[in-house]
């Protein structure tokens, strides 16, 4: 199973970039990163994806390393509504025609203000 | 607004006494999953549905049925709770299954069985 790594737990000030690492060095050439965060409380909730690093919206960006074996999700300018858990996940080929995101742990973001 | 639906949002019911939790998106998605939450092991994927009359299990499977007669419905079935279900459970859907394609999430199911 293609697996990510990820920081348990990071803080941020407010206002300023955060970068959340994450490290993937078995992923294969046709695996997506996707991002997803979970605020307390609540079902995660997509943030973005991609295969290389020419994606963007106006909340974050995936910095993907060239080799693809590592990226970090930039999120612009951290609030407090921002405090949440981030999890980095290979949505991968599974066989047999199926495809899966497989959590990890994620990171626990903190933003202090 | 496009939404994934999930009902009951608590339950707390005792082992053996069948239950379902009902799970619905208005966004005409193809793919629908059911994940369970536990802390320290993250979410498990239990069953999935590619789409209508089409399902196969996750990772965790045992103990539980699903059925997809509808496109917008997935319900999840618990046929003799126990205790090892209490859990907290997410439905989600996409448009289709694959890597591009990016889930949305439910708020979430708080299942307590005792």
């Known amino acids: 199973d293609a697996k990510t790594t990820q920081p348990n737990s990071m803080e941020s000030n407010e206002e300023e970039p955060v970068h959340l690492p994450c490290n993937h060095s078995?992923?294969?050439?046709?695996?997506?990163i996707h991002w997803y965060r979970q605020l307390p409380s609540q079902g995660p909730e997509y943030v973005i994806h991609g295969l290389t690093s020419n994606v963007n919206n106006r909340m974050a960006s995936p910095a993907i390393a060239e080799d693809r074996k590592s990226s970090t999700l930039i999120l612009h300018r951290a609030t407090l509504r921002d405090a949440a858990v981030y999890y980095c996940i290979l949505h991968a080929y599974s066989g047999a025609g199926s495809y899966q995101l497989t959590f990890g742990k994620g990171t626990k973001l903190s933003v202090i203000p | 607004e496009a939404q994934v639906t999930q009902n009951p949002r608590y339950l707390i019911t005792v082992t053996g006494k069948k239950l379902t939790v009902t799970c619905s998106q208005n966004?005409?998605?193809?793919?629908m999953s059911w994940y369970r939450q536990d802390p320290g092991l993250g979410l498990r994927q239990i069953y999935y549905s590619m789409n209508v009359e089409v399902t196969d299990k996750g990772d965790v499977p045992e103990g539980y049925k699903v059925s997809r007669k509808e496109k917008r419905n997935f319900p999840l079935i618990l046929e003799s709770p126990s205790p090892n279900q209490t859990s907290l459970y997410f439905c989600?859907?996409?448009?289709?299954?694959?890597?591009?394609?990016?889930?949305?999430f439910g708020p979430g199911t708080r299942l307590t069985v005792t």
């Open positions: 966004m005409n998605h193809e793919y």
């Open positions: 989600a859907s996409s448009f289709r299954q694959g890597a591009p394609y990016e889930q949305y």
């Open positions: 078995t992923i294969s050439g046709t695996d997506y």
